[in-house]
C-alpha cells in the first residue's frame, strides 16, 4: 500500500483510486456510520444494480479499505481500521508539513515588515 516502497507509510495509487469515485467514498460514509453492513444491507443503499455496487466493493477490498467476513451465504462489510489510521496518519503528517511552510512565510513575512517599518524611521 505504499508508492515509495517496502516501510514507506505513503498509501499507495490504488488507495487513491478507490477514493475518487464518490460512490465508494459513499460506501465508505456507510461502513463509518453503521458499522458492519451486509452485502444486501449496502446495495439498498443504491439505485444501481447490485453487481454494479458489488464491483465498487472489490475495489475497495483490492484496496484494502474494507474488510469481508463471510457468514454462510451473508458477505458482511466493514472498513479495515488498519488502513483508515494509515491514511489518516498520511493525511496529519502531509497537513502538518503544510502549516510548517506557512508558519515560515508568517516569520518571513514578519520579518520583511519590520525591516520596512525599521528602515522607514
Partial sequence: MSLHGEGSNVPGQQLFDALADPTR????ELLAANGRMS??????????SNPAVSQHLKVLREAELVEIERRAQ?????????????????????TDLWDQRFDRLDNLLAAEKGKRHHTRR
Fill in 25 to 28: 467514498r459513499t460506501i465508505i
Fill in 39 to 48: 452485502a444486501t444491507d449496502i446495495y439498498d443503499n443504491f439505485s444501481m
Fill in 74 to 94: 451473508k458477505h458482511i462489510y466493514s472498513l479495515n481500521p488498519d488502513t483508515m489510521h494509515s491514511l489518516e496518519g498520511w493525511i496529519k503528517h502531509t
